[in-house]
């Protein structure tokens, strides 16, 4: 018996079920408009490390309605110390004003996001393997590696550098710089007895940021420039932070034994990336 395939009719599909997904969804649910998310992971994605936002984004938060509930879990920052590991350690420190910046852990926002939107709008293990534009009527047909077709008024892709809706548009793939980012979350369990400021810390060919998310917890990133050797090497997370601590030698030990202590899991290393889309078109998401 020939299986016909199933197909769905939507006002607004939303490809990708990270923070810029999310987020678009609850925003266009806020203003009375349903939408759909397709999420290829089967569950919430939950990993990465942490962002910090200065008041624009707490303002966005607040239009969300998931301000005062990300505020609760995060710490209000209203210094930037700049120092330099070889000169003596000295620097400036740099007020951020009242409104500061607060750093929120992925996971939160994620939840929190998803929390406030009604339960069919995330669909999940859902893989593309197409997008098709009807020449005659203008509608998208997403289709899934489950045989099912989803055809669409609106398309929204929130599916970062590997977009499919990017491909379907023929824009141009983004380019890779040789710079890595190794990222994490670090938890002191008897807290960290850090003052509430964002230290950015300069040393030779390297960045390192630090800022604390609660008493309890800490996110920092350390950037560098890359050795292409190191490229097959970047996704084991132990090798990452194993580089990272040799390339911090000459930092203060605090610092070295951030990273150092840091859970596994939570390590993240990218290669960072521009796109040079066109500027009309906007693909949301990393």
């Known amino acids: 018996m020939e299986m016909r395939t199933q197909e769905e009719l939507h006002g607004i599909v939303i490809i990708g079920g990270g923070i810029s997904g999310l987020a678009t969804a609850l925003g266009l649910h806020k203003k009375g408009m349903k939408s759909v ?22 303002h966005a938060f607040d239009h969300l309605g998931v301000g005062d509930q990300l505020r609760a879990k995060s710490t209000l920052i209203t210094e930037m110390h700049t120092k330099w590991v070889h000169k003596d350690g000295t620097g400036d420190v740099i007020p951020i004003g009242e409104e500061g910046l607060r750093c929120v852990k992925r996971s939160d926002i994620v939840d ?23 020449p005659v009527t203008s509608f998208h047909a997403v289709h899934l590696e489950d045989g099912s077709v989803m055809r669409t008024k609106v398309l929204i892709g929130c599916d970062g550098s590997n977009s499919v809706v990017a491909k379907t548009l023929g824009l141009k793939p983004p380019n890779l710089f040789r710079t890595q980012v190794a990222q994490a979350v670090t938890s002191y369990p008897n807290g960290h007895g850090l003052s509430n400021h964002f230290l950015y810390l300069w040393g030779d ?5 630090r800022v604390p998310i609660d008493e309890k917890t800490v996110y920092w990133f350390v950037v560098q420039e890359v050795n292409p050797k190191d490229f097959e090497s970047k ?21 070295v034994e951030m990273v150092k202590r840091c859970r596994f899991p939570y390590i993240e290393s990218d290669i960072m990336l521009h796109g040079t889309w066109h500027s009309v078109i906007s693909v949301k998401g990393q």
């Open 205 to 209: 060919k390297l960045l390192l940021g």
């Open 112 to 134: 929190a996001l998803a929390d406030s939107l009604p339960s069919e709008s995330i669909r999940f293990g859902c893989r593309i393997v197409a997008v098709e534009t009807d």
């Open 235 to 255: 996704e084991d997370s132990r090798v990452v932070r194993d580089l990272t601590v040799e390339a911090l030698k000459d930092c203060p030990a605090e610092v």
């Open 37 to 58: 998310v397709l999420e290829r992971s089967e569950t919430l994605r939950n990993t990465g490390a942490a962002i910090a936002f200065f008041h624009n984004g707490w």
